[in-house]
């Protein structure tokens, strides 16, 4: 049972360099997000796709973009980045659609991200 | 303004005894949910809890509880008989409005307690 999985675990980029950062899930959820993880910051929202083909902007959206390529897939790309962007990033579902309002978030096990 | 407000950064207890985590939340909205997450050493993100705004009962869930105060807008967790393993960051979040709108998609975190068991 995968259920969220993101690729890769780790990666360290120097300044104005561009990745992807993959995110699967096979939990046939409407809904995946993209989060990231700072130190005393919890956990901040960067985008959302509430269903395929829909993308939303988060509290700190400024320097990534993301694509819904299908209902399993959501992807965050870092075009530039910066040492600002160092962070541990999740990706999430959820299946907020169909199943009742309490949904949780599943997360996958996360990208530990070095930007020098 | 935060949202979520989780005032203890650090915490200690003694294996077996139990143990409140403090989560304050601000909403105008009359329908919402409130979460608790666990993070372990390891990284992932553990879901423990849930409690909706219009729930008449507190939330249970094995040695998890939900202390819902709802007039105070505060959702602490109880864990009982702390275990070694319950050695974590605990996390508060909170979703608003109703299913289908926009804001029912985000989840909004705290920054976090960070709980430790003694033996």
């Known amino acids: 049972n995968a259920g969220v999985t993101q690729t890769p675990k780790f990666q360290v980029l120097k300044t104005g360099q561009s990745m992807t950062l993959q995110c699967a899930q096979d939990?046939?959820?409407?809904?995946m997000y993209w989060y990231r993880q700072d130190p005393g910051m919890g956990l901040r929202l960067i985008y959302y796709?509430?269903?395929?083909?829909?993308?939303d902007k988060g509290e700190v959206p400024n320097g990534y973009n993301v694509s819904r390529l299908n209902k399993r897939e959501f992807s965050l790309r870092l075009e530039s980045a910066a040492p600002s962007q160092t962070s541990v990033y999740f990706c999430?579902?959820?299946?907020?659609?169909?199943?009742?309002?309490?949904?949780?978030?599943?997360f996958g096990n996360g990208t530990r991200l070095t930007v020098t | 303004a935060q949202k979520i407000t989780q005032t203890q950064p650090g915490m200690f207890v003694q294996e077996k005894e139990a143990v409140t985590l403090d989560c304050t939340y601000d909403?105008?909205?009359?329908?919402?949910?409130l979460f608790w997450y666990k993070q372990p050493s390891s990284g992932e993100m553990i879901f423990l809890i849930y409690?909706?705004?219009?729930?008449?009962q507190n939330a249970t869930e094995g040695r998890y509880s939900l202390n819902f105060q709802k007039a105070r807008k505060s959702a602490n967790l109880v864990i009982s008989a702390s275990q070694l393993g319950d050695s974590a960051m605990y996390f508060c979040?909170?979703?608003?409005?109703?299913?289908?709108?926009?804001?029912?998609?985000?989840?909004?975190f705290g920054s976090g307690t960070q709980l430790t068991v003694l033996p």
């Open positions: 796709s509430a269903s395929e083909g829909t993308t």
């Open positions: 909403t105008s909205d009359p329908s919402y949910g």
């Open positions: 939990m046939n959820h409407n809904s």
């Open positions: 979040a909170m979703r608003e409005g109703t299913r289908y709108s926009g804001s029912a998609r985000q989840l909004t």
């Open positions: 999430a579902s959820s299946d907020l659609m169909t199943s009742s309002y309490n949904s949780p978030l599943h």
């Open positions: 409690q909706g705004s219009y729930d008449q």
